[in-house]
């Protein structure tokens, strides 16, 4: 059955793993180059959905918008209504780290936040989601296969984009983040209060310590590296 925000109905149109982009065009753009058989299976609110075979694997790639309260939702309804075992989010993040680079790519151990998300939803008080070890080490036996290097550490998951308090050289030393995003506190937490399995894959695009930066139609087109580790890690 439908969900308010996924007019899917026949469960088996998802795949039991889901990769998760913040940006339905990139969902579009990741299926359209790397899946065959590609079908759009979700257009409600243009969060596009795909789902088609990568290398004979079933795969469905799927926007989730920004923030946590947006993936808080789709990834829930995925988790919880139509039987998906993984999700991993493929996403851009800014580094707080001096030496990551653009276009590292960081494998989440971890996400820390201010965020009340875990609370509110599940009474979860710890201010850190851990990631599914087995999903990162299949992230992390991927890239070794394709020969793309990775950092694995914490990240921290923001729920602002723009602020005129605190400073990301504090949250970096007191709580060993690498680098910020805004969406896998939320994506733990849902999949810690259902039981299933989530893990985040990032590329830097910009770095708030030397003030570099992609273009969004580098984001949106690029990153291929943080994509292809993905879906060898996709069961």
């Known amino acids: 059955m439908a969900t308010p925000h996924i007019e899917v109905e026949d469960l088996n149109l998802i795949a039991k793993t889901v990769l998760m ?5 990139r969902a579009k753009v990741i299926a359209e180059e790397y899946l065959t058989d590609a079908v759009l299976i979700n257009r409600v609110r243009n ?4 789902t ?3 290398k004979g694997k079933k795969v469905t790639i799927m926007g989730s918008g920004m923030g946590m309260p947006s993936i808080g939702i789709y990834s829930y ?3 919880n209504f139509y039987d998906v075992e ?6 851009s993040c800014g580094a707080y780290a001096p030496e990551l680079d653009l276009y590292d790519v960081v494998i989440a151990e971890a996400a820390y936040s201010e965020s009340s998300y875990a609370r509110v939803a599940f009474g979860f008080p710890e201010d850190v989601q851990k990631a ?3 999903l990162n080490e299949a992230l992390n036996a991927a890239a070794k296969k394709l020969g793309y290097p990775v950092t694995n550490a914490v990240i921290h998951s923001s729920d602002v984009f723009y602020r005129a308090v605190g400073d990301f050289r504090a949250i970096h030393a007191e709580h060993s983040c690498v680098a910020v995003e805004m969406e896998s506190f939320a994506l733990f937490a849902n999949a810690r209060h259902l039981r299933k399995n989530a893990a985040c894959i990032l590329t830097v695009s910009d770095s708030l310590v030397t003030r570099q930066e992609t273009s969004a139609a580098e984001r949106q087109n690029s990153f291929r590296r943080m994509m292809e580790i993905a879906l060898e890690a996709a069961k």
């Open 86 to 91: 993984n999700i991993i989010r493929v996403g």
């Open 77 to 79: 309804e995925l988790f």
């Open 47 to 50: 969060m596009f959905a795909y």
């Open 21 to 25: 982009p913040g940006d339905p065009l």
């Open 132 to 134: 599914t070890p087995e």
């Open 52 to 54: 088609g075979y990568y």
